[in-house]
């Protein structure tokens, strides 16, 4: 079998052509052993079908070919809100529509007028055209720059699905026809904490089971959220999510015992608990300073477990000095605590006494690590669950995932999918691993490296060198929303000669882009998927709902034809179309089966009920997170240089960084709220949104219950609102040194004094596009963000590090107009 569209075949793609492509699948597809596959490449014009999503799998109910209604999977307990919008985001009015080229860089060639990007119009292309000028553009790169000309480092929250990941499916198309790129290594989702905890605990830790929610439920005390914000952040998986954590949110609500939230805001969590909840509302950037003021305690107090230290740790001696002050005059107790978060020293010694007095599980969020010196902070959440000494133990010890894709939620034993590789080299020793691209970079540090080519950077104990790209191709992602300082990035842009993105709605990196490819979203294609990130309770036909709208393609068809035109066509497909790539990852978890002795459906009877569940095992309910670890630390050391948890590192002291010491320590960050450098009065959240998965779903209907004004919503307490004479409703401008945007009031006691917050992901709607310093109308928060590593370990992003001020906006009130599409398109 061949690829059914070949580069011929999309000249001008019209609807009908599609149809004609998508015909031509199905006549190859039924030479295929599977009948019913090969039917399934086309959607039914009416009926049911099962999908999946980041925010849960569904029913979809099509009619005369229109997707009309969305319902939650009823195995799912606990669906998202938001899946209203994931169908309104097929509809929405900022879908990219057909294939589009800036025009100054079609009239005058790659690197033209690079600074009227954003302001520049669109001029429609076809496909061929489109394809054309990036091949040509590839070759381009190689010949006068060399393998490090292209970034494809490409980031971002792209839809799940084992096939067209369109991430692997770039660089796949890149590796195969032999074009060199520049890759990136790690996530904005815990860039710090990702590379500190295999110094610490030998595994990355953010996304590891956790001690199972039934073990929880039954053994821990007192629950601490420690800046996160579960009823909120679980809403969505990296795979399709199963919900799992609200089952054990309301199973520990249903026990009355005590929940402690550790937050800058009274969260939506914070509510759901209702009584059993209490708040603690530190200055953001604080909680380093709060957890060594409690270590400090218990080790005043003899509260401290010795002989777990003793036994499961190393280094407590080299940082026992510096908690004491014994090494540097600054006894880090209570107090100097107290001084630091705003927080009284005899509340933090309470705290002390409490967490000892019990099993305390410490349950951490992210946003603490997306701060400068962000290593830091869960560094020394370990260090205080070791001085607990409950690690190990059932409902003790501390856990970086229950927030998150539903950590905690009880696993099953079923096969896991394979999906689509990228074609790079495998890594030695670790199969699931390739390496690939001629260069990488620390994903956050893209602007420096446009800004600094030829210069070398700290990571992780290697010195390295920033290539020099001069192009970019961007799938999955919104680096326009996701990357700190909006008005450095738009001028660091300008160094690439030629940006493609390719994306199913107009983004702000959209619009800011040279070339426009519009792709399909998950809906109107085929995929299979896991359901449940650490569960993994089921496999999911994520279906097709409806044929693709305009002259969208799927990802795995657009980098199929790239590759064709680049000589490599059938070493990117190997001859295997979408329904036969599916086929051949469920082979696998048939495989699996076999090897277990058990045996699972017929791919056409799975694909045929939608979905194929495996049920969750005893060990799965009773996991507790290293419990063999605590059982014999000899025969099940950790993957640490001395098998122990690493109080100290030393590895990290032979790196010798000012900004990283070998045990967890107070620096000062970039900026925090009262803090020696602080130039604005307020400090900026950017947590997590309700309504959205970052910037998706922006352009949806989702919107209209949360904008205030028309804009992104600011909250802001009363105390700080009245100083400023702002109102309930109020447009104001949220602004500092680095940039600023509009948003809308919301003045609430549910927000500490000195603190505001706006979410991240609201799209970047530059008042005046183009031009520096230009004002937001909408709310993107990453105006105001600094672009700076968390330290020279993790390069992480500092997202969270931000101080401001805000004022109540009297201007002329600027349109919002980033959710209409570009003129022409
Ligand atoms: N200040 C601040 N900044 C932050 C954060 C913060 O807390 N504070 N959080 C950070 C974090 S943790 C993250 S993960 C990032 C998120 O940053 P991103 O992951 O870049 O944000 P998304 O809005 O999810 O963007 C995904 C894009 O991929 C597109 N897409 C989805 N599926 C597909 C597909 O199948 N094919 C193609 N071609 N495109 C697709 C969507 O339309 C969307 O435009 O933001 C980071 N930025
Ligand atoms: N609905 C929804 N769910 C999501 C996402 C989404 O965009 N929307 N994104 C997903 C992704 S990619 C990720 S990485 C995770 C992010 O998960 P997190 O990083 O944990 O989420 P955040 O909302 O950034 O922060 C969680 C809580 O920390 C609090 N906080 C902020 N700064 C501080 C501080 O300095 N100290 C303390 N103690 N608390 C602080 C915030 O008020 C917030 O309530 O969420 C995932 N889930
Ligand atoms: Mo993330």
């Not at 160094?495 to 979203?521: C, G, M, N, S, Y």
């Not at 640490?640 to 010798?656: A, C, D, Q, W, Y």
Request: hydrophobic share 35%; charged share 20%.
């Amino acid at each position: 079998m061949t690829r059914t569209v070949s580069s011929n075949s999309t000249t001008s793609m019209t609807r009908r052509r599609f149809l004609e492509s998508a015909a031509s699948i199905t006549a190859l597809a039924a030479v295929a052993p599977s009948i019913l596959a090969a039917g399934a490449a086309r959607a039914a014009t009416n009926g049911e079908v099962i999908s999946g999503s980041h925010w849960g799998a569904f029913h979809a109910t099509v009619k005369d070919g229109r997707w009309t209604d969305i319902r939650g999977w009823e195995k799912d307990a606990h669906p998202s809100h938001q899946l209203e919008g994931v169908l309104d985001s097929v509809y929405s009015p900022t879908r990219i529509k057909y294939p589009m080229v800036r025009r100054s860089y079609l009239e005058n060639g790659p690197g033209s007028n690079v600074e009227t990007r954003g302001s520049d119009d669109f001029v429609r292309v076809s496909w061929d055209e489109a394809l054309d000028l990036i091949t040509a553009e590839f070759k381009r790169m190689g010949e006068t720059y060399g393998p490090t000309a292209i970034y494809a480092g490409s980031y971002g929250w792209k839809s799940p699905g084992k096939l067209h990941n369109c991430q692997s499916l770039l660089r796949r198309m890149l590796n195969v026809s032999g074009t060199g790129y520049v890759n990136s290594s790690g996530d904005y989702s815990t860039g710090a904490s990702q590379i500190i905890m295999p110094h610490v605990m030998g595994t990355l830790e953010v996304y590891e089971q956790q001690t199972a929610w039934p073990v929880v439920v039954e053994n821990t005390d007192l629950l601490v959220f420690w800046g996160a914000n579960p009823i909120i952040t679980n809403q969505i998986g990296w795979v399709i999510p199963d919900h799992g954590g609200y089952e054990g949110l309301q199973a520990f609500k249903d026990t009355g015992k005590p929940v402690l939230f550790i937050d800058p805001v009274r969260t939506e969590s914070a509510d759901f608990f209702g009584d059993q909840a209490e708040w603690i509302a530190p200055k953001p950037q604080s909680d380093l300073a709060m957890m060594m003021g409690i270590a400090h305690t218990l080790y005043e107090e003899g509260l401290h477990d010795q002989a777990f230290l003793d036994e499961y740790t190393s280094g407590f001696d080299r940082f026992l000095p510096y908690l004491t002050g014994e090494s540097d005059g600054t006894p880090k107790n209570a107090e100097w605590a107290a001084e630091i978060s705003g927080i009284d020293a005899e509340t933090i010694r309470g705290l002390a006494r409490r967490f000892a007095d019990g099993t305390t599980m410490l349950a951490s969020g992210w946003s603490l690590q997306r701060q400068h010196m962000g290593e830091q902070r869960h560094w020394m959440l370990v260090t205080l669950a070791c001085m607990l000494g409950k690690i190990g133990l059932p409902g003790g010890g501390f856990g970086l995932s229950y927030h998150y894709s539903s950590g905690g939620s009880p696993s099953a034993d079923g096969p896991v999918l394979p999906g689509i590789t990228d074609g790079g080299k495998a890594v030695e020793g670790a199969a699931w691993l390739t390496e690939s691209g001629a260069a990488s970079i620390p994903v956050a540090r893209v602007v420096d490296m446009l800004e600094n080519p030829g210069k070398p950077f700290d990571f992780n104990g290697k010195n390295e060198t920033y290539p020099d790209t001069r192009m970019t191709y961007w799938v999955g992602g919104n680096p326009l929303a996701h990357h700190q300082d909006r008005n450095r990035m738009i001028k660091a842009w300008r160094k690439f000669e030629t940006v493609v993105v390719q994306d199913f709605q107009w983004t702000a990196t959209a619009r800011h882009a040279d070339i426009v490819l519009p792709a399909t979203t998950s809906y109107e294609r085929n995929d299979v998927e896991q359901y449940g990130d650490y569960s993994l309770k089921a496999i999911i036909a994520m279906k097709k709902v409806i044929e693709p709208m305009y002259e969208a393609r799927s990802d795995f068809d657009i980098f199929a034809d790239l590759a064709e035109r680049l000589g490599a066509g059938d070493a990117f497909t190997e001859g295997k179309d979408e329904m036969a790539w599916l086929q051949e990852f469920y082979k696998s978890a048939e495989d699996q089966a076999k090897a277990k002795s058990s045996e699972i459906p017929s791919f056409d009877d799975f694909w045929e009920q939608g979905y194929l569940e495996f049920p969750v095992t005893d060990a799965g309910r009773n996991f507790v997170r290293y419990a063999d670890f605590r059982e014999d630390p000899l025969l099940e050391p950790l993957g640490t240089p001395t098998g122990l948890i690493e109080i100290f590192s030393r590895n990290i002291e032979k790196m010798g960084y000012d900004d990283c010491p070998p045990h967890p320590t107070w620096i000062e960050p970039l900026e925090r709220l009262d803090g020696p450098d602080a130039k604005y009065p307020l400090h900026v959240a950017t947590s997590h949104p309700q309504s959205r998965l970052h910037s998706q779903l922006c352009g949806t209907i989702l919107r209209e219950n949360y904008t205030v004004a028309g804009r992104e919503p600011c909250l802001i307490n009363p105390a700080d609102a009245e100083a400023r004479g702002i109102a309930d409703g109020d447009v104001v401008r949220v602004f500092n040194d680095r940039g600023q945007t509009l948003a809308g009031a919301i003045v609430t006691d549910a927000i500490r004094p000195g603190v505001i917050r706006v979410n991240e992901g609201g799209w970047y709607d530059p008042v005046e596009p183009g031009v520096d310093g230009s004002l937001c109308a909408y709310g993107d928060i990453n105006m105001l963000s600094p672009d700076l590593g968390t330290s020279k370990l993790a390069q992480g992003n500092c997202g969270h590090t931000v101080l401001g001020d805000v004022e109540k906006f009297t201007g002329d009130l600027p349109e919002v107009k980033v959710f209409d599409t570009p003129a022409n398109s």
